[in-house]
């Protein structure tokens, strides 16, 4: 079909005689053949134009680019891959956001064993959800993510909005050195401590963002992925404003953004753009989360003839994904608290905006104040939930429950930093923050907290397994901040 390509790529459709060969969740060594046809991800070194086409710097990535290979497909359709891994360690990947079956999580030792170097791995799954997700691996990712291995998961609707474009838009930031190429040091302790790696060059989809020009009255279907290790974008479209039809991949109810849109690392948000402007418009996007460090990523500009005479009307809701609905009214509710990080050593309250200014503008401030690095290595703790700083990715489940569960997860950031908290195998509502009911009650499978922040999530455990539930600052989670949630 249609959709059964590596959109991009020039590849693949799916080979029907992959199962038979493989068997779900089989392995067998990189180099024997492969028919034409089947959808192949395959891990391995390659470069990027990173800084402008001139620039080609050595990098990670999937299928030789960075991100790797759009993969659509529809929402219901059978999806099979296999992962070919050519790096020099194991890796996996994990489909962020999407409802897999637990074996096809991709999390190392937990679901699957991780895939050596040489090996493969066939991954299978039918997506429920349509919707905008991202796949990346979860093994070491604070540098494999870090390093560019990453790409974007479309999960198409039966019945798509009618837009002129569909365009998807991966967000990074890249730390790299007076040579121009990526510095070393990934899930250094200075980094896991504080704000997680903030890198210094801004990328889109791999390259430095280039304006988006549209026609009048052009309507495009923008797919935001912040594919950052670290990095919150704060998104402020000006005059632009445009309507949000889906946040994490589930539809929500469209709304023009009344803030800068808010972006943590792994979020998503789907938004509905017109360019009801004449031709020779130009409109900026400016990024504004850290104080002092605001920059324009890129402008949208209207040039040409016009697509049609008038605008499109205001855009119908997205259809909803056959999410179970939470039942609150016999929710289990559990305390979660995340605790650990610079200042929770120190005492948070004293000097929680000293940290918070750390965050937003990494300026190294505070490691001055402190006496520098000797502090960091001497007293530092990890990271933690309710007070366990976990090591791996095997734990004793912080909640264990009866599959068909409404959990209501009451959480607490007593942390002077943000968290980009991820659950995995299922999404959420956001029901509360600081105990306010959201507007929107949206569904998220990550949910960004500020320093302090309260907020009430909940969703019915009904995917079984082990599941990982971690923030995706990267470092933040190898520094400990993670934990798993058991659905029996
Ligand atoms: Cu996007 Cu546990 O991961
Ligand atoms: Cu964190």
Known sequence: TRRAVLAGS?????????????????????????TAGRRVLKTGTTSAPLVGEASQIPVWGYNGSVPGPALRLGQGEAFEVLLENALEEKTTIHWHGVRVPNAMDGVPHLTQPPVEPGERFRYAFTPEDAGTFWYHPH?????????GLYG??????????????DLVWMLDDWRLNDQGQISGGFGSRHDAMMAGRIGNTITINGKP???????????????????????????????????????????????????????????????????????GTRHSLRDVFYDGLEYELTTFECQGKEVRERRLSDPAPLPPNPLAEPELATAERHRIIFGG?????????????????????????????????????????????????????????????????????????????????????????????????????????????????????AFVADNPGDWMFHCHILEHQAAGMMATIRVN
């Open 10 to 34: 020039g590849a693949l459709a799916i080979g029907g005689g992959l199962a038979a060969v493989l068997g779900a969740g089989g392995r067998t060594p990189v180099g024997a053949s492969t």
């Open 139 to 147: 093994q070491r990712s604070f540098e494999q993510v870090g390093r």
């Open 152 to 165: 974007p998961l479309i999960i198409e609707e039966a019945d798509p909005p009618q837009v002129d474009r």
């Open 209 to 279: 963002a280039a304006p988006l020009i549209a026609r009048p009255n052009e309507r495009i279907r923008l797919r935001l992925v912040n594919a950052a290790n670290a990095r919150i974008f704060g998104l402020d479209f000006g005059e632009l404003d445009p309507m949000v039809v889906a946040l994490d991949g589930q539809p929500v109810e469209p709304h023009r953004l009344s803030a800068p849109l808010l972006l943590g690392p792994a979020m998503r948000a789907d938004l509905i753009v017109d360019f009801d402007y004449p031709a």
């Open 341 to 457: 990080g610079m200042m929770g050593m120190m005492g948070r309250t004293a000097s929680g905006s000293d940290a918070r200014n750390e965050q937003r503008t990494g300026s190294g401030m505070m490691m001055g104040r402190m006496g520098g690095s000797g502090m960091m290595s001497g007293g530092m703790m990890g990271w933690t939930v309710n007070g366990v700083s976990a090591s791996g990715h095997v734990h004793d489940p912080i909640i264990s429950a009866v599959r068909g569960t409404t959990l209501l997860l009451d959480m607490t950031n007593e942390t002077a930093w943000w968290h980009p908290i991820h659950l995995h195998g299922h999404s959420f509502r956001v029901l509360s923050r600081n105990g306010q009911p959201t507007r929107y009650q949206e569904w998220q499978d990550t949910v960004l907290m500020a320093p302090e922040e309260r907020v009430e999530i």
